[in-house]
């Protein structure tokens, strides 16, 4: 599975932003998708995930604000951020896994594809 992500940017705080991650492949439908985050010097966090069937899943600090979804028609998962903050500025990464366990699914080492990264900057 390859992933690419896109749609990041530069937005002000309160504002909002959809970010994109299209995967090639056939059998997408059957893979859990994750979102993760790194800012500059710390370590890449888990923002929000949704599994084969569509439940869903997300950090603390985004829940409210974010909404994950996907297009399986379109092998597309979607990241729709609200209510931006300059503390979400980081690099975003899409992420991908066949086999993922519930108990697992915050832990990036879990995730066996990844896609580059796109950027997105809150200004205050």
């Known amino acids: 599975v390859q992933l690419q992500a896109s749609g990041g940017g530069l937005v002000q705080a309160g504002g909002s932003l959809r970010v994109s991650c299209a995967a090639s492949g056939r059998t997408f439908s059957s893979y859990t998708m994750g979102w993760f985050r790194q800012a500059p010097g710390k370590e890449r966090e888990f923002v929000a995930a949704i599994r084969s069937g569509g439940s869903t899943y997300y950090a603390d600090s985004v829940k409210g604000r974010f909404t994950i979804s996907r297009e399986n028609a379109k092998n597309t998962v979607y990241l729709q951020m609200n209510s931006l903050k300059p503390e979400d500025t980081a690099a975003y990464y899409c992420?991908?896994?066949?086999?993922?366990?519930?108990?697992?699914?915050?832990?990036?080492?879990?995730?066996?594809?990844w896609g580059q990264g796109t950027q997105v900057t809150v200004s205050s």
């Open positions: 992420a991908a896994d066949r086999r993922l366990i519930l108990s697992m699914i915050r832990v990036p080492s879990a995730y066996d594809y």
